[in-house]
């Protein structure tokens, strides 16, 4: 039996952040791309997911500016600070980690930032340019997802994918993503029925629901592309995706591992991201 192919996304992310550091390095201006982050509250796994993708920043040579406000911050001074960053001309990028404390609307946030500082691709203008298919900002995760399978050169075109979780975060822009290289796609959820007659159809399969090792090799087309999303943390403190790694590797033709898969890629295209809106601004 032939085993899958695994794709190292943390591999492909060092090559992607190494072009960058040279572009930056190379840049003939005093102004540097700038990222500014905001954390509210003390959700330990936010400060830890902040504090990677600021050293991967800087490890780059974007700068950061990081603004920690407390769990009883309000909206209306985030939503200040926000107005502050979309009007400082030093600032590229703004990230508003998520979740926010419940006082606070997410979509009001989102949709406060400046589409053309927003990095994670969340502003409803960004989803909307990305449905009509003119990408302005795309959301990480989908884009790292297209990236790993663009390097298994399988045709995206006319190929059936099957994107099993619909977030606004990760399934719903990947399938635009998706459909707008001509793939056929189809979008499966808790409510889907007979969930493995779609997945057997997959030559693309790509899992993002958040259920431990949940997709065993019964649910995976001979040969088939599976890209796995998910990120579990399990009682004994690992982490794993939610597909089966140990059962899918000998039916699929290539494979993304947890950790070291989509999860590096993500950050790496939060500074892609950065790169491209501090290089439309400055209109080199
Ligand atoms: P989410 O908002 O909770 O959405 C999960 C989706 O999966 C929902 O659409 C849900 O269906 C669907 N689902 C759940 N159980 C299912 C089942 N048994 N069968 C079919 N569909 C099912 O999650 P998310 O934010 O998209 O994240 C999904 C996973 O990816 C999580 O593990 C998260 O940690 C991970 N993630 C990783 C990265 C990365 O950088 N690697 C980035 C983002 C997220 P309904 O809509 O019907 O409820």
Redesign the pocket.
């Known amino acids: 039996m032939k085993q899958a192919i695994i794709l190292d996304g943390q591999q492909m992310a060092q090559e992607l952040n190494n072009q960058l550091k040279a572009k930056i390095s190379d840049l003939k201006t005093s102004i540097m791309p700038t990222l500014a982050t905001i954390i509210v509250g003390d959700n330990e796994a936010s400060h830890i997911y902040v504090a990677n993708k600021n050293k991967q920043a800087n490890n780059v040579g974007i700068q950061t500016k990081a603004f920690y406000l407390t769990s009883d911050t309000s909206e209306n001074e985030l939503l200040k600070l926000i107005t502050k960053l979309n009007q400082d001309e030093s600032v590229h990028g703004i990230l508003v980690q998520l979740p926010l404390p419940k006082s606070i609307n997410e979509q009001t946030i989102i949709e406060a930032i400046d589409a053309n500082k927003d990095v994670d691709g969340f502003h409803p203008k960004n989803l909307g340019l990305l449905m009509l298919n003119k990408p302005n900002t795309v959301a990480?995760?989908p884009l790292?997802c297209l990236h790993l399978i663009k390097q298994t050169n399988c045709q995206i075109s006319g190929a059936n994918v099957v994107i099993?979780?619909?977030?606004n975060?990760?399934?719903k822009p990947l399938a635009a993503l998706l459909a707008n290289l001509d793939a056929t796609v189809t979008i499966?959820?808790?409510?889907?029925k007979n969930?493995k007659t779609h997945t057997l159809s997959a030559d693309i399969l790509i899992v993002?629901?958040?259920?431990p090792r949940?997709i065993d090799e019964s649910y995976v087309k001979e040969r088939a592309v599976v890209i796995d999303?998910?990120?579990?943390r399990l009682a004994n403190k690992t982490i794993c995706g939610?597909v089966d790694f140990a059962k899918v590797i000998d039916k699929a033709s290539f494979l993304t591992p947890v950790p070291k898969?989509?999860?590096p890629l993500?950050i790496a295209m939060l500074l892609q991201n950065t790169w491209n809106n501090y290089t439309k601004q400055l209109k080199l």
């Open positions: 990480c995760t790292a099993i979780g619909r977030s975060i990760v399934g499966c959820h808790a409510k889907t969930l993002a629901i958040g259920n949940f999303v998910g990120i579990n939610d898969g989509v999860g993500t």
